[in-house]
């Protein structure tokens, strides 16, 4: 295929506005936590919120997604401001991109395009970027006569980092061809990792499961004893990373996989194959949930769910409660405010009913290192029951 040609990225910060179409069964708080999510994904891309527009809808608008009044508000926003992008929380059709961009003249960036842009720019070995490549191009496929256009008019930024050049990439057979060149380069990557599986096929297997940037990183870094990325952004971690743990003398494989996250675009998901293959394979599950998040029962739901997606809901799972430090602090403050003469403690925690529906559950701070011992206590006790049925004569 020839040498990618990526993007310079090095400008000043981009600048964006978020748009929100909720339907009017979300509650405000609702759309303020899922704006503030669209808003972190956005930092985490590389640009700076300057306001957030909301338009409450039964659905929306088939040309322009919102309002034609709405839209006037965006634009005069826009205009006033100097803003570079505007980002909508939700998939876009490519007929609604091009209306909105023929009205706002800016860069238009819906949900998908922006993930995309944050996989590409954590994705640091050859599978990952043939991964994100691939996803990239199906993703563009319907919306070339619209977006190729950005890609003549921009030098760099959100949604620019791929995947090729400028010119002859219009041409739709040509991408349908790139598509096809990165689908055989990602079956020889899935056949290698089939192999490497193989090879280490009689070990336990665990992996990490999560929402993005509840810290599975960094309890992987605790268990493993090694040096794998972690950072308080979205996907800080896009490769899955595989370790060899081994707890009172039980060796087990453990991984880190990709964070999930509501609205994961279905192109990604199927091109992240071989990674999830880690999780559909594995013999047990850690679910890594942040509890200090006001909306970890959701993130708990979506996870649960995507898991249903690839196949994998009916594996033991280890129900993990992380950041308890920065939850406790929170609900002191709470009951500070409220004069209540009570101290929360994690015994509390574990008489609610997340440790009764959810048992066993651990509830841990991997930054303070609170409580890990027992988190390998019962990861031990876990992958020795494993390994025991597995190999019986090996007592």
């Known amino acids: 295929m020839g040498k990618k040609q990526f993007y310079d990225t090095a400008k000043p910060q981009e600048s964006a506005v978020l748009v929100a179409v909720p339907s009017y069964r979300q509650t405000d708080e609702q759309t303020k936590e899922y704006l503030d999510e669209l808003a972190f994904l956005t930092e985490t891309a590389g640009a700076q919120t300057v306001k957030r527009f909301v338009q409450k809808l039964d659905k929306p608008d088939r040309a322009t997604f919102v309002g034609s009044g709405k839209l006037d508000e ?14 909508f929380d939700d998939d876009l059709t490519p007929s609604q991109v091009r209306n909105i961009e023929r009205e706002l003249q800016v860069k ?8 995309l842009d944050i996989f590409a720019l954590r994705a640091k070995t050859a599978q990952a970027h043939a991964q ?12 070339l006569t619209n977006l190729w256009t950005h890609l003549s008019k921009q030098k760099g930024g959100i949604g620019m980092k791929g995947p090729g050049e400028t ?7 040509i991408v349908r061809e790139k598509i096809t060149l990165l ?4 079956k020889k990557f899935e056949k290698q990792n089939f192999e490497q599986r193989k090879a280490r096929a009689g070990m336990v297997r665990v992996a990490l499961v999560g929402y993005t940037n509840v810290g599975k990183s960094t309890i992987m870094n605790l268990l493993s004893k090694s040096d794998v990325f972690a950072e308080n952004k979205l ?9 060899k743990v081994v707890l009172e003398n039980i060796p087990f494989l453990l991984s880190d996989t ?22 559909r394979e594995a013999d047990l ?7 200090s998040h006001p909306s970890f029962e959701d993130h708990i739901a979506v996870v649960n769910e995507t898991l249903k997606d690839i196949n994998s809901a009916d594996k033991p799972v280890l129900l993990v409660f992380n950041k308890i430090d920065q939850y406790l602090e929170q609900r002191e403050q709470e009951l500070q405010e409220e004069e209540a003469d009570v101290r929360p403690s994690i015994d509390d925690l574990k008489a609610t009913y997340m440790a009764k529906e959810h048992a066993p559950a651990l509830f841990i701070s991997a930054t303070n290192k609170l409580n890990i011992e027992d988190l390998r206590e019962e990861l031990q006790r876990r992958v020795a029951e494993i390994h025991f049925e597995r190999y019986p004569n090996n007592v």
């Open 132 to 143: 994100v490549e691939m996803a990239q191009y199906q993703y563009l496929l319907p919306r």
């Open 258 to 279: 990709v964070g999930f996250i509501r609205k994961l675009p279905t192109k990604l998901i199927e091109s992240f194959k071989s990674t999830l293959d880690e999780i």
């Open 285 to 291: 599950l850690v679910h890594v949930v942040d509890i």
């Open 183 to 186: 689908k055989e380069r990602l």
């Open 235 to 243: 996907f800080a971690t896009v490769d899955a990373t595989v370790r």
């Open 74 to 87: 965006i634009n005069a926003f826009v205009k006033e401001h100097g803003i570079d992008m505007v980002i």
């Open 108 to 115: 238009i960036v819906d949900r998908s395009l922006l993930i």
């Open 167 to 173: 010119e002859i990439e219009t041409d739709r057979r």
